[in-house]
Nanobody, 122 residues
Framework: QVQLAESGGGLVQAGDSLRLSCAVS????????MAWFRQAPGKEREFVAR????????TDGDSAKDRFTISRDNAKNTVYLQMKSLKPEDTAVYYC???????????????WGQGTQVTVSS
């Protein structure tokens, strides 16, 4: 079992930056795929970015390209999502997820955090 806990969300203005954190606990010895997803009201959950727990290979979704950066600190058991130049359309609940498959499909991730709200005002 893997437990995930997101933090760092909040209310910011367009153009601001924000860093989300995902604290990982439990069974962390495997090479999990760690991912960030987001879900805006009335919309489907959207892939943002992913990273391998060992090695740090990354993939960005369309929403993350050029503005968001995923990283991890194995010593702190934490995954980060650094977001810059935020836009109102980035407003969503951001979720951290973990799984054994290298995929962008949310249904393939068995472990999820509770989510953290990011609201970007114009």
């Amino acid at each position: 079992q893997v437990q995930l806990a997101e933090s760092g969300g909040g209310l910011v203005q367009a153009g601001d930056s924000l860093r989300l954190s995902c604290a990982v606990s439990g069974r962390t010895s495997g090479n999990y795929a760690m991912a960030w997803f987001r879900q805006a009201p009335g919309k489907e959950r959207e892939f943002v970015a992913r990273i391998t727990w060992i090695g740090g290979s990354t993939t960005d979704g369309d929403s993350a390209k050029d503005r968001f950066t995923i990283s991890r600190d194995n010593a702190k058991n934490t995954v980060y999502l650094q977001m810059k130049s935020l836009k109102p359309e980035d407003t969503a609940v951001y979720y951290c997820a973990a799984g054994s498959l290298w995929t962008t499909v949310s249904a393939s991730y068995p472990y999820w955090g509770q989510g953290t709200q990011v609201t970007v005002s114009s």
